[in-house]
């Protein structure tokens, strides 16, 4: 495998070495399974989060590297493009609901401008300096004649599709992010790069995230059950699955694919099964 700072030296890089992935909010959750799966796959992978001795702490057990990123700040991000002027693949995972800092209502009435600002800042803001960051530093990797392609996976939610009146600001942050994924994706085709950009999109996913709802036994399975109920599959996804399709995404056998929408969320979004002889009328 083929370090950065190899790339320093004027080392090449060969296609089989794997490819230098960015990955933000790796801390935890989606995104530290994510790191795993593409460390996994032989990637040189750079798990970045806000949380310093979080971050440092699972990236050594990973075995990969770790950079401090607080996605909102545009310095911190050009701080990373001087470290790491040309990658393969980001994945723009790290996000927030709005409910870490504040018990709300977050809902299009009550949530405060702050409240919505927060949000978006991370969110939204984060995408938008994401996305700029990889398309210089993807180019740059063209330029260099390596693997001349390039792939941006930005995390949205199945929130992103469907309104969610108690969180508003989080919805709508992240019906921005598959918006903004389509643009990112356009604008690249249409300069001749072969720089893809997709979108996921997650529903109930069992993360930490989750662990402040469901609580601890007696009526933890209860909880779990009713909060799955609308989903076909009656089931929490796993963070395996989602690592699973970012995998994918990074891969060069996912190169056909950019402007696309991934959706992960058990079947929710495809409407109620009727059985054999039944008819909606």
Same mark, same amino acid.
């Given at each position: 495998?083929? +370090? =950065? ?17 960015? %990955?933000?909010?790796?801390? /935890? !959750?989606?995104?530290? !399974?994510?790191? $795993? ?20 702490? %699972? ?12 996605? /909102? ?5 050009? /701080?990373?493009?001087?470290?790491? #002027? ?13 409910? $870490? ?6 809902? #299009? ?7 919505? =600002?927060?949000?978006?800042? %991370? ?9 700029? *960051? ?49 643009? %990112? ?22 993360? #930490? ?8 036994? #007696?009526? /933890? ?13 009656? +089931? ?11 995998? *994918? ?33």
């Amino acid at each position: 495998m083929v +370090r =950065h700072d190899q790339f320093k030296k004027g080392i090449s890089y060969a296609p089989s070495q794997g490819k230098i992935c960015i %990955v933000t909010g790796g801390a /935890r !959750g989606i995104g530290r !399974g994510v790191c $795993e799966a593409l460390a996994r796959e032989g990637a040189t992978v750079v798990l970045t989060d806000i949380d310093e001795a979080a971050g440092r702490k %699972v990236a050594q057990e990973i075995g990969c590297e770790f950079f401090e990123l607080d996605v /909102r700040d545009e310095a911190q991000w050009d /701080r990373l493009a001087r470290a790491y #002027p040309s990658i393969d693949v980001l994945v723009k995972n790290a996000g927030i609901t709005g409910f $870490e800092s504040s018990p709300g209502p977050h809902d #299009p009435e009550h949530a405060s401008l702050a409240e919505w =600002h927060a949000v978006h800042e %991370v969110n939204t803001d984060g995408t938008f300096l994401g996305c700029h *960051y990889a398309l210089k530093a993807m180019k740059a990797m063209k330029a260099m004649k390596a693997k001349g392609t390039g792939s941006i996976i930005n995390m949205s939610s199945r929130s992103g599709v469907v309104w969610i009146p108690a969180a508003a600001a989080y919805a709508a942050s992240k019906a921005a992010i598959r918006n903004h994924s389509k643009s %990112v994706a356009l604008y690249a085709a249409q300069n001749g790069w072969e720089i893809r950009c997709n979108s996921v999109q997650p529903a109930a996913i069992l993360t #930490p995230m989750w662990e402040a709802l469901l609580g601890d036994e #007696p009526g /933890r399975e209860e909880r779990m059950k009713a909060m799955v109920a609308d989903t076909r599959l009656k +089931r929490f996804g796993t963070v395996e699955e989602v690592a699973a399709l970012c995998v *994918y995404l990074a891969s060069d056998e996912s190169a056909y694919m950019t402007g696309s929408e991934l959706m992960l969320d058990g079947g929710l979004l495809a409407g109620s099964a009727a059985s054999p002889g039944q008819s909606d009328g």
